[in-house]
């Protein structure tokens, strides 16, 4: 069973702190991975995507990947009340055009105003 | 730009029933996806079409038919509707490359009574 494992949350932070997110996954072979930000009522919206180990950088966001421990972060600086919703990981699985993402459970943040 | 357009965006049906989840892209992208969202399991694929004329099961396939029509529409149907069935179901669609996320449609919310 190919698994993409995230902290179920639900993660509280004050305005203005650095909210951590995590995830694992355990197929060594994915390539690449994705952070998706899901609102209460709403689809999925893609924030971001790292391929390559280290951390990548947009803005307030951070993407961290590390594929010798197969994890991935994302680091949110400055946390705003707007950036309470579920974020979700999804990696990249199987090969040509049998690919797609798996995503995992989700986690769900507040931010404290 | 419209990206990705689902429909119904709400349905109630008896079970027993059958009905057929409509979905459309104008992004020209290959390979597109059925997914269902349940509370506290995440995405779930359900098929996928990886191109024109070819489609595939994924992870929760049981109970559902799909249909490639075109390379812009990909629908799902469910023949005997289910209370299990009762969900919220996205569809997606990427373009061709490891490095693409997916685009997401807004979703239906499908209850089965």
């Known amino acids: 069973q190919k698994e993409v494992e995230q902290n179920s949350g639900p993660l509280s932070v004050p305005e203005g702190a650095i909210a951590s997110l995590n995830c694992t996954y355990s197929?060594?072979?994915?390539?690449?991975f994705f952070w998706y930000r899901q609102y209460s009522g709403k689809s999925p919206e893609l924030i971001m995507s790292i391929y390559s180990n280290g951390d990548k950088e947009d803005g307030r966001f951070t993407a961290q990947l590390n594929k010798a421990s197969q994890y991935v972060s994302l680091l949110i600086r400055d946390s705003q009340p707007s950036d309470s919703a579920t974020y979700l990981c999804a990696v990249n699985q199987g090969i040509g055009s049998a690919r797609q993402l798996t995503f995992g459970s989700g986690t769900q943040l507040t931010v404290l105003p | 730009n419209a990206g990705v357009t689902q429909t119904p965006k709400f349905q109630v049906l008896k079970t027993g029933q059958s009905m057929t989840l409509q979905c459309a892209q104008d992004?020209?992208?290959?390979?597109m996806y059925w997914y269902r969202q349940d509370p506290g399991m995440g995405l779930r694929l359900i098929y996928y079409s990886a191109s024109e004329g070819t489609t595939d099961k994924g992870e929760v396939p049981n109970g559902y038919n799909v249909s490639r029509l075109n390379k812009r529409e990909f629908s799902l149907r469910l023949e005997s509707a289910a209370p299990s069935q009762t969900s919220v179901y996205f569809c997606a669609s990427r373009a061709t490359g490891p490095s693409y996320g997916y685009t997401f449609g807004s979703g239906t919310r499908l209850t089965v009574v």
């Open positions: 197929d060594r072979g994915s390539q690449s």
């Open positions: 992004m020209n992208h290959n390979s």
